[in-house]
C-alpha cells in the first residue's frame, strides 16, 4: 500500500490556548488544563499557541539549523551520531536512522535488513542537557558553526520551559496536583531534536521506495514539535486504525504529543498516538516536471522523567472499573524494554 493511500485531507486537531493557563483565573485555568487533557485522552496530539517559546528565538533555531543541514557533508560528519540504539546525540546523516515500532528484543539481522529495505530521507541533530552525565553531548569543531553550540544548549531550556507549563497543565486537568509530573523531570534526561527532509521526488514517497519517517510512537512522556510550513506530519486517526489525518502547519503553534511512556503513567488514559511524515498535502509543495517536493524542517523536543525515579500509575488513573494495569518502573527499565530496532 503507498504510504498515502488511505489519507483524510482535513486538519482536525483541537487547538489550546495556553496563555488561558499561564495569565489567567483559578476557573480558566482548571478548564484549560481539562481541554488539554481531554484533547490527550481522545487523539493524543493537540496545537498549542500562547505556548511561551518566544517566535525570534524559535526563527532563529529554523534559520540556524537550515544554516547546519546546508554544510557539506564532510563539515556535518565531524560530529557524528554514535552507532547502537543508547546515545542519541550529533548527526545522523540520510539512510543512517531507521524509525520502527519494533523493539530491540525481536532484534535480529534479517529483520533489520528488512526494515532497511525502505530507507528513511532525513537527517537529524541530537542535543541533550549539558548536565546529562550518561550521553554527553557531541558538537561540531567550533569553526564549523560557531553559533551552533551556544544557541542549541542554551533554547535546549528554553523548551523545557514551555513543557514543564504543559506538564502542570496536564497534572491539573488529569486530577492530580500541579507538580506532580513536572517533580520528575529535572530537564537533564529530555532531547532536542532538529530534522531535515532534503527535497525528493514526490514518486518514491508515493511508491514506497523510501519514506520521510515512518508510523511509530515516541517513547518519551510527552513530545512538543515545531514545524516549516512545508506539511506532511500525519496522525492516525483515533476512530479509524490506520487511517492519517494531516497535521497542517499551524502559524506560532507548536504540536504537543503523548509519549509511550506518559501512557502508560496514565493507566493508559491518556493516549501515544501514531504519527508519520509522509508527503506535502498541498500539490504547490510539489515541483517540475520530476514533481519534487519541498525539503521540510522541524524541531522536535522530547521530554524524559529521570531515569531512576519510579514510575507508579497516577492515582487519579485508577478505580474499580480500571484498575492498575502496569508496574512501577522506572525510566531506564522501561527505555531498555522498549529500545528501538533503529539503527
Ligand atoms: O518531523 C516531524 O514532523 C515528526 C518527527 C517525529 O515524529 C519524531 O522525531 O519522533
Ligand atoms: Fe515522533
Known sequence: ?????????????????????????????????????????????????????PKHELDRAFAISSKFFALPQEEKMKAPHPPGWSIHRGYSWPGFEKVSNATSSTDDEAAVQKLREVQDVKESYEVGSELNPEMPNIWPPEEVLPEW???????????????????????????????????????HYNQLRLLNYPAIPAQVLEEGTCERMPAHTDWSTMTMLWQDDCGGLQVEDPNHVGRFIDVEPVEGALVMNIGDLMMRWSNDVLRSTMHRVTLPPLQ?????????TRPRKSIVYFLATDPDRLI????????????????PITQRDYASMRARMQY
Open 284 to 292: 504547490d509543495r510539489i515541483k517540475g516536471e520530476r514533481r519534487i
Open 1 to 53: 500500500m503507498s504510504p498515502n493511500a488511505s489519507t483524510t485531507p482535513t486538519t482536525s486537531l483541537p487547538l489550546i490556548d495556553l496563555a488561558n493557563f499561564t495569565n489567567s483565573s483559578r476557573e480558566s485555568r482548571l478548564k484549560t488544563a481539562k481541554q488539554l487533557v481531554s484533547a490527550c485522552r481522545t487523539t493524543g496530539f493537540v496545537y498549542i499557541v500562547n505556548h511561551g517559546v
Open 149 to 187: 553550540r551556544p544557541f542549541m544548549s542554551k533554547f535546549y531550556w528554553t523548551c523545557f520551559e514551555t513543557a514543564k507549563t504543559v506538564l502542570r497543565a496536564l497534572a491539573l486537568g488529569i486530577g492530580l496536583e500541579e507538580d506532580t509530573l513536572v517533580k520528575l523531570h529535572s530537564g
Open 312 to 327: 507508579e500509575v497516577m492515582s487519579s488513573c485508577v478505580d474499580e472499573n480500571r484498575p492498575a494495569k502496569y508496574e
